[in-house]
């Protein structure tokens, strides 16, 4: 069986490294975490069995593939740390907002096998949404180890690396705008004149039960929402205020202000 180590063993990283053991693609003696934080370790090797360690390269010797799951400001010094012990038989997936694969090309100075992803939070109870790329030197087998990777936590989407930001700006971010918006609505109904527990409720199970109604009956959103809004009725109304408000051109806005932040990301961040 081929060895995984995870550079990176925080929320996004240990969902990984769950899922591809639930999974059965990896078994936890051939899963390797590197993590700075000793309590950490002690944590994964408790409750996964894995092995982990707090140096860097000694994770990546013997391991076929490397995800590198860290933040993207520490990325230069963290490939400085293990460049001499990355090769080209080596498959780097990478689950860094706005980095994209040629940076890290370019720093390591080799030929070397990137696959970029985009994975969002609810990862974190397998239930994610992923978009997925090759780098230059990435061959069609490569990015299927990242797709078999990354379906161990949600689903999965190929797109072509340019559209990776556009991916960040719509599932990468867009658990946030879920969140916020079940806030507003809470605050809504408080003003409504429910107490904050009782709009809470409401608001969060709406939610999560229009999500599963989209999920099961496999209706467009758009059917789904003419479905339930009558003539003059009360959806209506409150439709046509979203509309009078600029509401859909607020969301076009925010993604892509969160996909122009990206890219800002993959050029700045260094």
Do not use: W
Not at 7 to 29: H, K, V
């Amino acid at each position: 069986m081929k060895k995984i180590t995870f550079i990176g063993a925080g929320n996004m990283g240990e969902a990984l490294i769950r899922g591809i053991i639930a999974d059965g693609l990896f078994t936890p003696d051939a899963i390797t975490a590197a993590e700075p934080d000793e309590a950490r370790r002690e944590k994964l090797e408790q409750e996964l069995e894995i092995n982990t360690t707090g140096d860097n390269r000694e994770a990546v010797r013997g391991a076929d593939i490397v995800c590198l799951a860290i933040k993207p400001q520490i990325l230069d010094s963290v490939l400085e740390g293990i460049s001499e012990d990355i090769t080209e038989d080596h498959i780097l997936v990478s689950i860094l907002a706005g980095v994209p694969t040629r940076r890290i090309e370019d720093k390591l100075g080799k030929k070397v096998r990137v696959v970029r992803v985009m994975p969002n939070t609810p990862a974190l109870v397998r239930s994610g949404m992923a978009g997925i790329s090759s780098g230059r030197y990435a061959g069609p087998d490569d990015l299927r180890t990242g797709e078999e990777i990354m379906s161990a936590v949600g689903d999965v989407l190929r797109v072509p690396e340019e559209l990776i930001d556009a991916v960040t700006g719509v599932s990468g971010s867009g658990p946030a705008y879920l969140f916020y918006f079940v806030e507003v609505l809470s605050r809504a109904g408080v003003k409504a004149g429910l107490s904050p527990e009782q709009a809470d409720l409401l608001a969060r199970k709406t939610v999560i039960g229009a999500a599963k109604l989209m999920e099961e009956t496999g209706l467009s959103p758009e059917e789904l929402r003419r479905k339930v809004t009558s003539p003059g009725g009360t959806t209506e109304a409150a439709l046509k205020t979203f509309e009078k408000l600029g509401f859909e051109k607020i969301m076009e806005k925010a993604v892509l202000s969160a996909r122009d932040r990206a890219r800002e990301m993959g050029k700045t961040d260094k």
